[in-house]
């Protein structure tokens, strides 16, 4: 605690000047603030070296003037030593706390709770180098590095050849009505393969084909479905939704037509005389 209260202070006699009258005394100033400053009596007018024990902005910079070393300076409470002689003695034991005599002092009560404006913090403010607790690493203090020149400090959206590289494969890039040579697929053991004295590749044209747009199609568009039912259902052969509502659309028709013929030649027994 006190290493990290000297390198704040530390940081904060960076804007200090001095004033240093020959034995041991200075005035120190910082922007509108000017305080006294005695080594051989360690004292400051800002009374926080007395305080704290630990050197404030204006005695280190007093301190660095001299070139003199700033642990010399701290209090001894917070050595090392001192924290070994406080626990080296016994610790008596005690009784329980219904045995002990009762004060006659008056009773300190605690200070009320005032609410704070603004919503209460749920989490505590965490220092500048202090990681979150995650089974993730952080990636504070890591160099990235470029994909495309491999330099580390940078990535590929500032990289200075990013557009050199960018031009050269636009240049690179085949046109659309170039022919693409397409590998022959097949599935199973033996499909696929070129037959002897062919070769193993087509050759297919991308040229830009002219788009017909649904409702200018009247005609026959050749094309004609295939008649072999692939789909199965449990290992047996099952039909699509919209097959079976054609089925059954067929079927309709052919029975009203029966049902329409039946109805004629009915009519016509009946009444020989219409023709």
């Not at 000297?6 to 041991?24: H, R």
């Not at 039909?239 to 089925?247: G, P, R």
């Not at 059954?248 to 004629?264: A, H, I, L, M, P």
Request: hydrophobic share 30%; glycine share 6%.
């Amino acid at each position: 605690m006190a290493l990290k209260v000297l390198e704040e202070n530390i940081n904060k006699s960076m804007d200090c000047t001095i004033e240093f009258n020959g034995a041991a005394e200075f005035e120190v100033k910082k922007r509108l603030c000017q305080h006294k400053v005695d080594i051989a009596w360690r004292t400051c007018s800002c009374r926080l070296w007395q305080l704290r024990g630990i050197p404030c902005a204006y005695v280190v910079s007093a301190l660095y003037f001299k070139k003199f070393s700033l642990y010399d300076y701290i209090d001894s409470c917070y050595s090392k030593e001192t924290y070994l002689r406080i626990y080296a003695n016994v610790i008596e034991p005690l009784t329980n706390m219904v045995i002990w005599p009762v004060s006659t002092n008056p009773t300190i009560v605690p200070p009320e709770i005032t609410n704070m404006p603004s919503r209460p913090p749920k989490a505590r403010r965490k220092e500048a180098g202090e990681t979150k607790k995650s089974g993730k690493l952080p990636r504070t203090g890591l160099a990235m590095t470029c994909n495309i020149c491999h330099v580390r400090g940078h990535n590929k959206r500032g990289c200075p050849q990013r557009e050199g590289v960018e031009s050269s494969t636009r240049q690179s890039a085949p046109s659309p009505t170039a022919s693409v040579r397409a590998e022959p697929t097949g599935s199973g053991r033996g499909k696929g393969k070129p037959k002897p004295g062919m070769s193993s590749s087509k050759i297919y044209s991308t040229e830009q084909a002219k788009v017909t747009r649904l409702s200018y199609v009247t005609g026959d568009i050749g094309y004609t479905p295939s008649n072999t039912t692939k789909l199965k259902w449990n290992g047996k052969a099952a039909i699509s939704t919209s097959k079976l509502h054609e089925l059954r659309e067929k079927q309709r028709k052919n029975t009203v037509g029966s049902s329409s013929s039946q109805n004629d030649t009915s009519s016509q027994s009946k009444m020989p005389w219409k023709l």
